[in-house]
């Protein structure tokens, strides 16, 4: 069982930039690809971002692409969302997710593990 936990969300101005991070505990961490998701209020939560096991082929939605970066470091633990040129169109809670599966996947039901998520504002 892996257990995931998300921070680093906040209220930031349009044009900013965050970082949020998520610890996961629990399972070894370099066995799952990596997700962040996103869920604005109304909408269906959606694909953001996500790495592969060894930190490789990172895959982004059109929407963040040359905006956001995903990172991980398998010796912490940890996988990252940088997120830069904020618009209002990005706020939503924030998640992160685990994939125990050999391909990486771009859609909800394929992950095992969610966060409980992290709220990002961005304000215009």
């Known amino acids: 069982q892996v257990q995931l936990v998300e921070s680093g969300g906040r209220l930031v101005q349009a044009g900013g930039s965050l970082r949020l991070s998520c610890a996961a505990s629990?399972?070894?961490?370099?066995?799952?690809?990596m997700g962040w998701f996103r869920q604005a209020p109304g909408k269906e939560r959606e694909f953001v971002a996500t790495i592969s096991w060894g930190g490789g082929t990172p895959v982004y939605a059109d929407s963040v692409k040359g905006r956001f970066t995903i990172s991980r470091d398998n010796a912490k633990n940890t996988v990252y969302l940088q997120m830069s040129g904020l618009k209002p169109e990005d706020t939503a809670v924030y998640y992160c997710a685990a994939r125990g599966a050999i391909r990486i996947a771009t859609t909800v039901r394929d992950y095992d593990y969610w966060g409980q998520g992290t709220q990002v504002t961005i304000s215009s």
């Open positions: 629990g399972g070894t961490f370099r066995d799952y690809h």
